[in-house]
């Protein structure tokens, strides 16, 4: 990862979220099952303010990036086609200042429907790891997935979080509580398992 640079992963560029982004956090906000499984907020269609919203709380953020595929390597005229393709968001918000002593952070990850399922949440997750304890100096990184999001509850297994248990019952979706899933990572548990990467 190192020789990489801190914006690069294997095949992903990670890259600043702009205001010409709020279109694509609009888009992720408005598919349903995707906004369902990021968050515990009451599903509805969402507007162009709730994705400048978004945009404003992604700035609290330790970092929040917008996960990007290079630009296609065949030469063109079009420069747009020259600009790295946004695939998803990836954030990790840290505690605020009377808290930050605890050196926690609570990662976030959002891949746009069409990129999933080809490795690239598992690769920003492991980017986003090496980022907090590598840059930020983090202690504990965590997670959470509902219940009714087993896709998300076994990828953070497979990437190595480790389980701690449940909040049962917490959230109500769809005319049922569902239990949070709750996941860690140590520093020393990164460093043992990713270290030598
Ligand atoms: C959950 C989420 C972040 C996972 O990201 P993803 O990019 O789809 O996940 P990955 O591709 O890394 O891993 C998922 C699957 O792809 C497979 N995969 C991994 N690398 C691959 C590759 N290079 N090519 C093809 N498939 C691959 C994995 O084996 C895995 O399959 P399995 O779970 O059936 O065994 C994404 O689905 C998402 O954003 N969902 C909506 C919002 C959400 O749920 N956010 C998380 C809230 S807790």
């Not at 095949?11 to 888009?27: F, G, M, Q, T």
């Not at 330790?62 to 990007?68: G, P, W």
């Not at 980022?131 to 009714?148: D, K, M, S, T, V």
């Given at each position: 990862?190192?020789?990489?640079?801190?914006?690069?992963?294997?095949?992903?560029?990670?890259?600043?979220?702009?205001?010409?982004?709020?279109?694509?956090?609009?888009?992720?906000?408005?598919?349903?099952?995707?906004?369902?499984?990021?968050?515990?907020?009451?599903?509805?269609?969402?507007?162009?303010?709730?994705?400048?919203?978004?945009?404003?709380?992604?700035?609290?953020?330790?970092?929040?990036?917008?996960?990007?595929?290079?630009?296609?390597?065949?030469?063109?005229?079009?420069?747009?086609?020259?600009?790295?393709?946004?695939?998803?968001?990836?954030?990790?918000?840290?505690?605020?200042?009377?808290?930050?002593?605890?050196?926690?952070?609570?990662?976030?990850i959002?891949?746009?429907?069409?990129?999933?399922g080809?490795g690239y949440g598992t690769e920003a997750i492991k980017?986003?790891l090496?980022?907090?304890?590598?840059?930020?100096?983090?202690?504990?990184?965590?997670l959470?997935a509902?219940?009714?999001n087993p896709g998300a509850v076994k990828l953070y297994q497979r990437i190595g979080f480790v389980p701690?248990?449940?909040?049962?019952?917490?959230?109500?979706?769809?005319?049922?509580?569902?239990?949070?899933h709750?996941f860690?990572m140590?520093?020393?548990e990164?460093?043992?398992k990713f270290?030598?990467?």
């Amino acid at each position: 990862m190192t020789g990489l640079g801190p914006w690069h992963s294997e095949r992903l560029i990670y890259r600043a979220v702009e205001p010409e982004d709020e279109p694509i956090l609009l888009s992720m906000s408005s598919d349903p099952e995707a906004f369902s499984n990021s968050a515990p907020f009451l599903p509805q269609p969402r507007s162009k303010k709730s994705a400048t919203q978004h945009r404003g709380w992604l700035e609290g953020a330790l970092i929040s990036a917008m996960m990007c595929l290079p630009p296609p390597t065949s030469a063109s005229q079009d420069n747009t086609a020259l600009n790295p393709i946004p695939v998803g968001l990836v954030h990790l918000h840290g505690s605020d200042a009377r808290l930050a002593h605890h050196r926690h952070g609570d990662i976030g990850i959002n891949v746009l429907r069409q990129y999933q399922g080809q490795g690239y949440g598992t690769e920003a997750i492991k980017w986003v790891l090496y980022w907090g304890f590598q840059y930020a100096g983090l202690h504990r990184i965590e997670l959470g997935a509902f219940e009714y999001n087993p896709g998300a509850v076994k990828l953070y297994q497979r990437i190595g979080f480790v389980p701690e248990g449940k909040k049962r019952a917490w959230i109500w979706f769809n005319g049922r509580y569902w239990d949070l899933h709750i996941f860690s990572m140590l520093e020393h548990e990164w460093r043992e398992k990713f270290g030598s990467e």
